[in-house]
């Protein structure tokens, strides 16, 4: 339900000192209090403020200017950079999906769990069609099982509230011998198969996966399946590094 909640009047007025500022860097605050109509020592108040976050720094001249940091630009760049990473992310997706003939899906750790956070769905009449959002178990799933040996151990024992038993270990080894996992534990009507990709530095990032019917994606169909869900995420993993 959401509720009536009164915005900052102050934060509105830093906000806005900063606007004016990277417009018409740089800036004085008496150019300043006269363009926005607002009284001088609001102005140098705001100014201080992002001055101390790092968002603007003083240009000492005849007089005190202000301008803004790289602050800004790096946050935007950052932004973009993981914009980029999604589309790239979606594209690989899409290829696999219409490689397998199955739903292929981005899984990564949120939060205090897995979950599901791109999909390209299957043209197939009959598919399965996870919901972006939506949590994965750890112990059943084949995400939980290929990118639980690349997690810190604080992360494994958060994952799943305590250590891990013999049989989820069994299950780790084997998925890490082979280099991908398939499991049809979490819903006995489809078959995944993930295998995990990893960023620049060797850490797992999450792990490309398929999805479909298990009665289409029989056991023996696995390894084929597996090889191209494995090329993928060493695809990603690659792209990701550059």
Do not use: C
Request: glycine letters at 6%; proline letters at 5%.
């Amino acid at each position: 339900m959401w509720m009536a909640v009164k915005g900052s009047s102050t934060a509105a007025r830093v906000l806005t000192v900063f606007e004016a500022v990277a417009a018409h860097q740089p800036v004085g605050v008496a150019t300043l209090s006269r363009m926005l109509e607002m009284d001088k020592s609001a102005v140098q108040r705001a100014l201080v403020t992002l001055a101390e976050q790092g968002w603007i720094r003083a240009r000492e001249e005849s007089s005190t200017r202000w301008e803004t940091t790289p602050r800004i630009l790096n946050i935007a760049h950052s932004s973009r950079s993981k914009s980029d990473r999604r589309q790239r992310i979606q594209q690989v997706l899409e290829q696999l999906a219409e490689q397998t003939g199955e739903t292929a899906m981005f899984n990564e750790p949120d939060g205090s769990g897995l979950t599901v956070s791109q999909v390209a769905e299957s043209r197939q009449a009959l598919r399965m069609v996870p919901r972006i959002g939506a949590a994965v178990p750890v112990r059943e799933s084949a995400t939980g099982r290929v990118l639980f040996p690349h997690l810190s151990a604080e992360r494994q024992r958060e994952l799943l509230s305590g250590p891990a038993d013999a049989e989820f270990r069994k299950l780790v080894d084997d998925a890490g011998e082979r280099g991908y996992s398939a499991s049809s534990e979490v819903n006995e009507a489809s078959m995944t198969i993930a295998a995990p990709v990893f960023e620049a530095d060797g850490r797992a990032l999450g792990a490309i996966a398929i999805s479909g019917p298990a009665e289409r994606m029989v056991p023996e169909q696995h390894p084929e399946l597996a090889t191209a869900v494995r090329r993928a995420a060493a695809e990603l993993s690659r792209d990701l590094a550059d």
